[in-house]
């Protein structure tokens, strides 16, 4: 049985903030490099305003993509805020770039929206993770539980509560085990084991 509480020792880390934080990061990226390059490849147009580039497109994608709070967000505050930041011949490239890219970024780590290419490889990372705790785990954990030590379920209070709210305690806990919890590190792989502590962090944040 999964003995809650005998993980390392450290801060918890909160597995959907992580998934936020790496898909605004990659966004920041994406859209500070595009802008840089609209920027560096535009000719000079005096007073002219550029014309509209990759980085409206992309910033019309998160917008079109996002949930309803990320589109009401964009068109009342966030959209303004990139435009402003962006539009013009006297600004810097690389001002430009990073404005419009903090903005972007910010947008999508507080809509918690995810590209689908990364939603499709979470989900069939959770499915592969139900299979493994459902062949491994089940016996003892079924909706949660612990059959030995009934007080160190997996559920969100009880993780909560031993320190285990966190899919790297859950990962070292399954690949050493613990008292009558045996150690798994040596009979699944560890993408299984990394798929099934995310799919007992995800259950537990469901309620089971």
Same mark, same amino acid.
């Given at each position: &049985? %999964? $003995? +809650? /509480? ?11 903030? !992580?998934?936020?934080? *790496? @898909? #605004? ?71 430009? &770039? %990073? $404005? +419009? /890219? ?11 929206? !995810?590209?689908?290419? *990364? @939603? #499709? ?74 798929? +099934? ?12």
């Amino acid at each position: &049985a %999964l $003995a +809650v /509480g005998d993980g390392p020792r450290g801060a918890p880390r909160g597995a959907a903030r !992580r998934r936020r934080m *790496a @898909a #605004a990061t990659r966004l920041l990226l994406a859209a500070a490099l595009l802008q840089v390059a609209e920027a560096s490849s535009a000719p000079a147009t005096g007073g002219v305003p550029p014309s509209p580039g990759p980085c409206r497109s992309l910033e019309a994608r998160v917008v079109a993509e996002a949930p309803g709070q990320c589109r009401e967000l964009a068109g009342s505050a966030a959209a303004p805020a990139l435009h402003a930041a962006g539009d013009g011949p006297s600004g810097s490239p690389w001002r430009r &770039a %990073l $404005a +419009v /890219g903090a903005a972007m970024g910010v947008l999508v780590a507080l809509s918690g929206w !995810r590209p689908p290419v *990364a @939603a #499709a490889e979470e989900q069939q990372s959770l499915a592969r993770g139900e299979e493994v705790f459902l062949g491994n785990c089940a016996a003892c954990h079924a909706g949660g539980n612990n059959a030995v030590q009934p007080d160190k379920k997996l559920k969100k209070e009880a993780l909560v509560e031993y320190g285990m709210y966190d899919v790297d305690r859950i990962k070292y806990q399954i690949t050493n085990g613990k008292n009558a919890m045996p150690a798994f590190g040596e009979r699944l792989p560890g993408s299984d084991i990394e798929d +099934v502590a995310k799919y007992v962090m995800t259950q537990a944040e469901k309620g089971w």
